[in-house]
Protein backbone atom coordinates (compact mmCIF):
# COMPACT_ATOMS: atom_id res chain seq x y z
CA UNK A 1 0.00 0.00 0.00
CA UNK A 2 0.96 3.93 -0.76
CA UNK A 3 2.21 5.94 1.83
CA UNK A 4 -1.04 7.48 3.33
CA UNK A 5 1.09 10.79 2.32
CA UNK A 6 1.11 9.58 -1.34
CA UNK A 7 -2.37 8.71 -1.54
CA UNK A 8 -3.46 12.72 0.33
CA UNK A 9 -1.34 13.89 -2.47
CA UNK A 10 -2.59 12.71 -5.04
CA UNK A 11 -6.36 12.87 -4.70
CA UNK A 12 -5.48 16.41 -3.57
CA UNK A 13 -4.14 17.38 -7.19
CA UNK A 14 -7.03 15.62 -8.75
CA UNK A 15 -9.61 18.02 -6.98
CA UNK A 16 -7.04 20.98 -7.84
CA UNK A 17 -7.23 20.02 -11.47
CA UNK A 18 -10.67 19.38 -11.65
CA UNK A 19 -11.67 22.70 -9.80
CA UNK A 20 -13.85 25.45 -11.14
CA UNK A 21 -13.23 27.74 -9.39
CA UNK A 22 -10.91 30.19 -6.96
CA UNK A 23 -13.14 29.29 -4.15
CA UNK A 24 -12.88 25.32 -4.54
CA UNK A 25 -9.25 26.19 -4.99
CA UNK A 26 -9.94 27.65 -1.26
CA UNK A 27 -11.02 24.54 0.12
CA UNK A 28 -9.23 22.37 -0.86
CA UNK A 29 -6.01 24.06 0.58
CA UNK A 30 -7.44 24.64 3.92
CA UNK A 31 -8.46 20.71 3.56
CA UNK A 32 -4.87 19.90 2.75
CA UNK A 33 -2.42 22.62 3.96
CA UNK A 34 -4.99 24.36 6.74
CA UNK A 35 -3.83 24.74 10.19
CA UNK A 36 -6.44 21.48 10.66
CA UNK A 37 -5.74 20.12 7.58
CA UNK A 38 -4.48 16.26 6.65
CA UNK A 39 -0.75 17.30 6.57
CA UNK A 40 -1.09 19.27 9.99
CA UNK A 41 -2.51 15.91 11.34
CA UNK A 42 0.25 13.73 10.52
CA UNK A 43 2.62 15.93 11.86
CA UNK A 44 0.63 15.60 15.48
CA UNK A 45 2.41 11.41 14.93
CA UNK A 46 5.89 12.79 14.67
CA UNK A 47 5.89 12.27 18.71
CA UNK A 48 4.98 8.10 18.26
CA UNK A 49 7.20 7.94 15.50
CA UNK A 50 11.10 6.69 15.65
CA UNK A 51 13.85 9.20 14.75
CA UNK A 52 14.53 7.86 11.13
CA UNK A 53 10.60 7.25 10.83
CA UNK A 54 10.41 11.08 11.81
CA UNK A 55 13.34 11.83 9.28
CA UNK A 56 11.64 10.68 6.11
CA UNK A 57 7.87 11.25 7.27
CA UNK A 58 8.98 15.18 7.57
CA UNK A 59 11.14 15.17 4.81
CA UNK A 60 8.58 13.89 2.56
CA UNK A 61 6.33 15.85 4.00
CA UNK A 62 7.78 18.82 3.18
CA UNK A 63 7.75 17.75 -0.67
CA UNK A 64 3.98 16.62 -0.82
CA UNK A 65 3.34 20.11 0.85
CA UNK A 66 5.45 22.24 -1.55
CA UNK A 67 4.01 20.35 -4.69
CA UNK A 68 0.31 21.42 -3.46
CA UNK A 69 1.52 24.47 -2.69
CA UNK A 70 2.71 24.99 -6.07
CA UNK A 71 -0.43 23.37 -7.88
CA UNK A 72 -2.86 25.68 -5.97
CA UNK A 73 -0.63 29.03 -6.97
CA UNK A 74 -0.53 27.70 -10.82
CA UNK A 75 -4.40 26.43 -11.07
CA UNK A 76 -5.17 30.47 -8.93
CA UNK A 77 -3.35 31.92 -11.81
CA UNK A 78 -4.67 30.20 -14.46
CA UNK A 79 -8.06 31.17 -12.99
CA UNK A 80 -6.77 34.97 -12.81
CA UNK A 81 -6.35 35.06 -16.12
CA UNK A 82 -9.04 33.91 -17.71
CA UNK A 83 -11.09 35.94 -15.66
CA UNK A 84 -8.79 39.47 -17.04
CA UNK A 85 -9.08 37.72 -20.34
CA UNK A 86 -12.91 37.75 -20.54
CA UNK A 87 -12.95 41.26 -18.93
CA UNK A 88 -10.36 42.37 -21.99
CA UNK A 89 -12.98 40.70 -23.98
CA UNK A 90 -16.25 42.46 -22.72
CA UNK A 91 -14.70 45.90 -22.67
CA UNK A 92 -12.79 46.06 -25.83
CA UNK A 93 -12.87 49.13 -28.17
CA UNK A 94 -11.64 49.04 -31.44
CA UNK A 95 -9.83 52.35 -31.88
CA UNK A 96 -9.47 52.37 -35.62
CA UNK A 97 -13.57 52.63 -36.33
CA UNK A 98 -14.29 56.39 -36.97
CA UNK A 99 -15.82 58.11 -34.05
CA UNK A 100 -19.42 58.87 -33.69
CA UNK A 101 -19.08 62.43 -34.24
CA UNK A 102 -20.86 65.20 -32.48
CA UNK A 103 -23.80 65.79 -34.25
CA UNK A 104 -23.96 69.81 -35.00
CA UNK A 105 -26.68 71.60 -34.02
CA UNK A 106 -28.11 74.28 -37.07
CA UNK A 107 -29.91 77.34 -36.47
CA UNK A 108 -33.78 77.63 -37.00
CA UNK A 109 -34.86 78.60 -40.41
CA UNK A 110 -36.69 81.37 -39.16
CA UNK A 111 -33.34 82.59 -37.36
CA UNK A 112 -31.30 81.77 -40.42
CA UNK A 113 -33.97 84.74 -42.29
CA UNK A 114 -33.89 86.95 -39.78
CA UNK A 115 -30.19 86.98 -39.57
CA UNK A 116 -29.93 87.55 -43.66
CA UNK A 117 -32.41 90.46 -43.10
CA UNK A 118 -30.62 91.96 -40.65
CA UNK A 119 -27.25 91.48 -42.70
CA UNK A 120 -29.41 93.45 -45.70
CA UNK A 121 -30.70 96.44 -43.77
CA UNK A 122 -26.87 96.96 -42.04
CA UNK A 123 -25.88 97.65 -45.43
CA UNK A 124 -28.57 100.03 -46.32
CA UNK A 125 -27.46 101.91 -42.74
CA UNK A 126 -30.40 100.16 -40.35
CA UNK A 127 -29.58 99.67 -36.85
CA UNK A 128 -30.97 96.51 -35.77
CA UNK A 129 -33.11 97.37 -32.24
CA UNK A 130 -34.47 94.70 -29.34
CA UNK A 131 -36.83 95.15 -27.15
CA UNK A 132 -38.81 93.28 -24.50
CA UNK A 133 -40.96 90.57 -25.23
CA UNK A 134 -43.39 91.30 -22.37
CA UNK A 135 -44.05 95.42 -22.49
CA UNK A 136 -46.07 97.95 -20.99
CA UNK A 137 -49.19 98.86 -22.48
CA UNK A 138 -48.70 101.95 -23.14
CA UNK A 139 -45.20 100.73 -25.61
CA UNK A 140 -47.83 97.86 -27.41
CA UNK A 141 -51.22 99.93 -27.92
CA UNK A 142 -51.80 103.43 -26.99
CA UNK A 143 -48.29 104.94 -28.43
CA UNK A 144 -49.31 103.41 -31.64
CA UNK A 145 -51.86 105.32 -32.06
CA UNK A 146 -54.27 102.62 -30.54
CA UNK A 147 -56.77 103.49 -27.69
CA UNK A 148 -58.41 101.64 -25.29
CA UNK A 149 -61.23 101.43 -27.60
CA UNK A 150 -59.71 101.26 -30.60
CA UNK A 151 -60.76 97.55 -32.61
CA UNK A 152 -57.67 96.44 -33.21
CA UNK A 153 -57.04 95.74 -29.73
CA UNK A 154 -59.60 93.16 -30.26
CA UNK A 155 -57.99 92.23 -33.46
CA UNK A 156 -54.57 91.98 -31.70
CA UNK A 157 -55.86 89.69 -28.26
CA UNK A 158 -52.81 88.41 -26.77
CA UNK A 159 -52.17 87.34 -23.09
CA UNK A 160 -52.28 89.34 -19.99
CA UNK A 161 -49.78 89.92 -17.43
CA UNK A 162 -50.07 91.61 -13.94
CA UNK A 163 -49.69 95.12 -13.13
CA UNK A 164 -50.84 96.27 -17.01
CA UNK A 165 -47.86 94.26 -18.82
CA UNK A 166 -48.46 92.21 -21.59
CA UNK A 167 -47.21 90.34 -24.49
CA UNK A 168 -46.18 92.49 -26.94
CA UNK A 169 -48.44 91.44 -29.67
CA UNK A 170 -46.03 93.05 -32.85
CA UNK A 171 -42.70 94.05 -32.87
CA UNK A 172 -43.84 97.58 -33.48
CA UNK A 173 -43.36 98.43 -29.96
CA UNK A 174 -39.70 98.48 -30.24
CA UNK A 175 -40.09 101.26 -32.47
CA UNK A 176 -41.65 103.21 -29.93
CA UNK A 177 -38.84 102.68 -27.95
CA UNK A 178 -36.56 103.55 -30.31
CA UNK A 179 -38.27 106.86 -31.66
CA UNK A 180 -37.78 107.66 -27.49
CA UNK A 181 -34.30 106.91 -28.17
CA UNK A 182 -32.69 108.17 -31.53
CA UNK A 183 -32.53 111.04 -32.77
CA UNK A 184 -33.85 111.57 -36.50
CA UNK A 185 -32.73 110.85 -39.25
CA UNK A 186 -32.93 107.37 -38.39
CA UNK A 187 -33.48 103.84 -40.28
CA UNK A 188 -33.96 101.08 -37.61
CA UNK A 189 -35.02 97.44 -37.79
CA UNK A 190 -36.53 95.45 -35.06
CA UNK A 191 -37.07 91.97 -35.17
CA UNK A 192 -38.53 89.62 -32.22
CA UNK A 193 -40.97 87.15 -31.09
CA UNK A 194 -44.37 88.05 -30.60
CA UNK A 195 -47.40 86.67 -29.48
CA UNK A 196 -51.21 86.52 -29.98
CA UNK A 197 -54.20 84.62 -28.32
CA UNK A 198 -55.30 82.94 -31.48
CA UNK A 199 -57.06 79.66 -32.28
CA UNK A 200 -54.28 77.56 -33.96
CA UNK A 201 -54.16 76.01 -37.94
CA UNK A 202 -52.12 75.32 -40.37
CA UNK A 203 -51.86 79.15 -40.78
CA UNK A 204 -52.26 80.64 -37.11
CA UNK A 205 -50.02 80.49 -34.26
CA UNK A 206 -49.78 81.94 -30.52
CA UNK A 207 -46.26 82.80 -31.30
CA UNK A 208 -44.27 84.02 -34.55
CA UNK A 209 -41.56 86.28 -35.28
CA UNK A 210 -41.92 89.83 -36.75
CA UNK A 211 -39.68 92.10 -38.32
CA UNK A 212 -40.30 95.75 -38.17
CA UNK A 213 -38.83 98.42 -39.77
CA UNK A 214 -38.85 102.44 -39.82
CA UNK A 215 -37.17 105.56 -41.78
CA UNK A 216 -37.52 108.60 -40.73
CA UNK A 217 -36.16 111.17 -42.33
CA UNK A 218 -36.73 114.65 -44.62
CA UNK A 219 -39.29 114.46 -47.93
CA UNK A 220 -39.62 110.32 -47.15
CA UNK A 221 -42.07 109.19 -49.81
CA UNK A 222 -43.89 105.87 -50.89
CA UNK A 223 -41.51 105.73 -53.09
CA UNK A 224 -39.09 105.14 -50.81
CA UNK A 225 -40.77 102.63 -48.95
CA UNK A 226 -41.66 100.61 -52.35
CA UNK A 227 -37.84 100.95 -53.38
CA UNK A 228 -36.90 99.03 -50.01
CA UNK A 229 -38.97 96.67 -49.74
CA UNK A 230 -38.54 95.31 -53.69
CA UNK A 231 -34.93 95.43 -52.46
CA UNK A 232 -35.83 93.33 -49.64
CA UNK A 233 -38.06 90.68 -51.06
CA UNK A 234 -35.46 90.02 -54.37
CA UNK A 235 -33.04 89.16 -51.78
CA UNK A 236 -35.16 87.20 -49.86
CA UNK A 237 -36.84 85.11 -52.62
CA UNK A 238 -33.37 85.38 -54.84
CA UNK A 239 -36.12 85.82 -57.61
CA UNK A 240 -39.00 87.59 -59.02
CA UNK A 241 -41.47 87.60 -56.81
CA UNK A 242 -45.45 89.00 -57.85
CA UNK A 243 -46.77 91.83 -55.12
CA UNK A 244 -49.88 93.87 -55.03
CA UNK A 245 -50.11 97.02 -53.21
CA UNK A 246 -53.51 97.37 -51.11
CA UNK A 247 -54.60 100.27 -49.08
CA UNK A 248 -54.72 98.68 -45.77
CA UNK A 249 -55.71 100.53 -42.65
CA UNK A 250 -53.38 100.76 -39.53
CA UNK A 251 -53.27 103.28 -36.60
CA UNK A 252 -49.80 104.09 -37.12
CA UNK A 253 -49.45 104.36 -40.70
CA UNK A 254 -51.23 107.19 -42.93
CA UNK A 255 -51.78 106.77 -45.71
CA UNK A 256 -51.30 102.74 -44.78
CA UNK A 257 -51.09 99.68 -47.01
CA UNK A 258 -51.39 95.51 -47.31
CA UNK A 259 -48.06 94.59 -49.38
CA UNK A 260 -49.64 90.71 -50.93
CA UNK A 261 -47.59 88.67 -52.27
CA UNK A 262 -48.41 85.78 -54.75
CA UNK A 263 -48.08 82.60 -52.93
CA UNK A 264 -45.03 81.04 -53.89
CA UNK A 265 -46.35 77.32 -52.56
CA UNK A 266 -49.19 77.24 -55.19
CA UNK A 267 -47.77 79.87 -57.66
CA UNK A 268 -51.57 81.45 -56.88
CA UNK A 269 -53.35 78.64 -57.95
CA UNK A 270 -54.83 78.30 -53.79
CA UNK A 271 -53.69 76.26 -51.01
CA UNK A 272 -54.18 75.72 -47.12
CA UNK A 273 -51.42 78.71 -46.79
CA UNK A 274 -53.28 81.17 -49.01
CA UNK A 275 -56.48 80.14 -48.06
CA UNK A 276 -57.03 79.54 -51.42
CA UNK A 277 -56.90 82.83 -52.79
CA UNK A 278 -53.18 82.61 -54.28
CA UNK A 279 -52.45 85.44 -52.22
CA UNK A 280 -50.50 86.16 -48.99
CA UNK A 281 -50.46 89.24 -46.44
CA UNK A 282 -46.89 89.59 -46.13
CA UNK A 283 -46.71 93.25 -45.65
CA UNK A 284 -48.43 96.06 -43.65
CA UNK A 285 -46.60 99.30 -44.37
CA UNK A 286 -47.36 102.98 -45.38
CA UNK A 287 -45.55 106.55 -44.24
CA UNK A 288 -46.09 106.96 -40.06
CA UNK A 289 -48.53 108.66 -39.01
CA UNK A 290 -47.47 111.85 -37.61
CA UNK A 291 -49.41 111.76 -34.45
CA UNK A 292 -46.91 108.36 -33.68
CA UNK A 293 -44.00 110.76 -34.14
CA UNK A 294 -45.29 113.42 -32.37
CA UNK A 295 -45.74 111.22 -29.40
CA UNK A 296 -42.35 110.21 -29.76
CA UNK A 297 -40.65 113.56 -29.52
CA UNK A 298 -40.30 114.35 -33.17
CA UNK A 299 -41.21 117.18 -34.96
CA UNK A 300 -44.08 115.88 -37.93
CA UNK A 301 -43.83 119.15 -39.66
CA UNK A 302 -39.95 118.80 -40.63
CA UNK A 303 -39.28 114.37 -40.61
CA UNK A 304 -42.02 111.76 -42.00
CA UNK A 305 -40.75 108.32 -42.45
CA UNK A 306 -42.28 105.15 -43.57
CA UNK A 307 -42.78 102.09 -41.46
CA UNK A 308 -43.32 98.40 -42.39
CA UNK A 309 -43.56 95.10 -40.26
CA UNK A 310 -42.80 91.88 -42.06
CA UNK A 311 -43.92 88.51 -40.97
CA UNK A 312 -41.19 86.56 -40.62
CA UNK A 313 -42.44 83.48 -39.88
CA UNK A 314 -44.93 83.53 -42.87
CA UNK A 315 -41.95 84.77 -45.05
CA UNK A 316 -39.76 81.59 -44.17
CA UNK A 317 -42.93 79.76 -44.96
CA UNK A 318 -42.85 81.42 -48.42
CA UNK A 319 -39.00 80.91 -49.07
CA UNK A 320 -39.11 76.98 -48.05
CA UNK A 321 -42.63 75.82 -49.29
CA UNK A 322 -43.73 75.41 -45.83
CA UNK A 323 -47.39 74.08 -45.45
CA UNK A 324 -48.20 74.13 -42.21
CA UNK A 325 -46.87 77.04 -38.99
CA UNK A 326 -47.17 74.46 -36.35
CA UNK A 327 -44.13 73.04 -37.38
CA UNK A 328 -41.92 75.70 -37.10
CA UNK A 329 -42.32 75.88 -33.43
CA UNK A 330 -42.63 71.44 -33.11
CA UNK A 331 -39.09 70.85 -32.39
CA UNK A 332 -39.41 68.24 -34.35
CA UNK A 333 -35.80 67.50 -35.57
CA UNK A 334 -37.26 65.17 -38.59
CA UNK A 335 -38.79 68.78 -39.93
CA UNK A 336 -35.33 71.06 -38.59
CA UNK A 337 -32.83 68.87 -40.23
CA UNK A 338 -33.41 70.03 -43.42
CA UNK A 339 -32.45 73.27 -42.35
CA UNK A 340 -28.84 72.39 -41.40
CA UNK A 341 -27.12 74.66 -43.75
CA UNK A 342 -26.05 77.24 -41.38
CA UNK A 343 -24.38 75.45 -38.28
CA UNK A 344 -24.29 77.33 -35.26
ZN1 LIG B 1 -51.13 79.13 -51.96
Known sequence: MDNPLI???????????????????????????????????????????????RAATGKLLNEVKQKLEQALEGRKAEFESAALRARLDSEWVDLTLPAPGTRAGS?????????????????????????????????????????????????????????????????????????GRLKPPLRMIAPGRVFRNESVDASHEHTFYQLEGMMVDREVSVANLTYFMTTLLTAIFHREVTVRLRPGFFPFVEPGFELDIQCLICGGKGC????????????????????????????????????????????????????????????DLRFLNQFGGAAL
Open 7 to 53: ELERSALVRVAAAASIDDLEAVRVEALGRKGALAQVSKNFGKMSPEE
Open 107 to 179: LHPVTQLQMEIEDLFTSLGFAVLDGPEVETEYNNFDALNIPPDHPARDMQDTFWVEGGYLLRTHTSAVQVRGI
Open 272 to 331: PVCKQSGWVELLPCGLVNPHVLQMGGIDPEEWNGFAFGLGLTRLAMMRYGIDDIRWLQSG
